[in-house]
């Protein structure tokens, strides 16, 4: 069970605000260590300020109910993950130091978006393969390279 800023706050006896800091300040570090968590991770800041962590999709439930999204760090190949986690938006006084690393597209309206172009670069195969059949779970999650055609789960 994850504790709240207000909890944590009457444990330690510190403010709100100051618990707030040290949860930011934190992904300040792991910023400098490569944007992964304590749990191997990674770490995603959009350009909205928003911070998100790709799950392994072995939590239950999954992140955003193991919606699949295109995640793109910069400067890397976009990947499909189905476990992504809202970590919180990044406050005002650590948008400097925290700066975006790529990106998040929603799988599903992107590819809407590409079949109205007739552009199927997304693949029909992976998307077939990502569908719910009788409200049973997905396979087991894998991140998926979408620069190819070749899709695995």
Not at 12 to 29: A, D, F, L, N, P
Not at 92 to 111: H, I, S, T, Y
């Amino acid at each position: 069970m994850a504790l709240n800023p207000q909890q944590i706050a009457i444990v330690t006896g510190k403010t709100v605000e100051e618990v707030e800091r040290m949860v930011w300040s934190q992904y300040e570090i792991l910023r400098l260590l490569g944007d992964v968590n304590a749990e191997g991770q990674r770490v995603l800041r959009t350009e909205d300020g928003n911070v998100y962590t790709l799950g392994d999709g072995k939590s239950n439930p999954r992140g955003f109910g193991g919606k699949p999204w295109i995640i793109h760090f910069y400067g890397e190949a976009p990947i499909v993950n189905f476990d992504l986690w809202h970590a919180g938006t990044i406050p005002d006084e650590f948008k400097a130091k925290l700066p975006p690393n790529g990106e998040r597209v929603d799988f599903q309206a992107e590819r809407k978006k590409r079949l109205v172009n007739n552009d199927f670069s997304l693949g029909e195969k992976l998307y077939e393969e990502v569908k719910l059949e009788n409200n049973q779970l997905l396979p087991e999650p894998k991140t998926l390279s979408i620069d190819n055609s070749e899709f695995e789960l």
